[in-house]
């Protein structure tokens, strides 16, 4: 049987505030299929919110890498994508949520790649960002399209399922 591409792609989380988030992603995570957690400077980690939000998603936890920077948590990678719904003057490629998936999956087939969520209260930086190669964006309500960090996280974790039932035979 073939390794899944899932076990590529890495959900690298960059400046997280709260611990809960962390633990509720990681259980987002496995539920879909995705092992490879990230951590950049967390606020507090390990944490017992965490711990209490991933349920049975714990073992994510421990074995979730710290980094004390994004060039730390890409290396390796040969794409990754910001996600974030302000736009910006770079010359990325913008993609919503479905397509961006297919194109992680396809590049994950073959190599790490990497998808980036930003700190909950500001999202990504520009600096951030300018260090990936394509922007996607969750479509929804142009009033008021903030999304909490895990709830973006379940949903990008379910296109990537839904792209890996879509280019299975």
């Known amino acids: 049987m073939m390794p899944s591409p899932l ?15 962390i633990g509720a992603a990681a259980r987002a995570m496995k539920t879909m299929g995705l ?56 010359a990325h490629d913008l993609h919503n949520a479905r397509s961006g998936a297919g194109i992680l999956l396809e590049h994950a087939r073959q190599h ?18 300018s260090r990936c190669q394509l922007q996607i964006a969750i479509p929804a309500n142009p009033d008021y399209p903030s999304l909490n960090l895990a709830s973006a996280v379940q949903v990008m974790a379910y296109e990537l399922r839904m792209a890996l039932s879509d280019a299975m035979p």
């Open 112 to 129: 790490p790649v990497a998808l980036v969520f930003g700190a909950e209260t500001a999202g990504l930086t520009s600096a951030e960002v």
């Open 35 to 90: 092992s490879a957690l990230y951590l950049i400077n967390p606020k507090s980690f390990p944490d017992k919110d965490a711990h209490i939000r991933a349920v049975s998603a714990r073992d994510l936890l421990a074995q979730a890498r710290i980094c004390s920077s994004l060039d730390e948590a890409l290396h390796g990678t040969v794409l990754a994508a910001a996600l974030t719904t302000r736009s910006r003057k770079l």
């Open 7 to 21: 076990n590529n792609i890495r959900i690298v989380l960059s400046h997280t505030s709260h611990a809960g988030n």
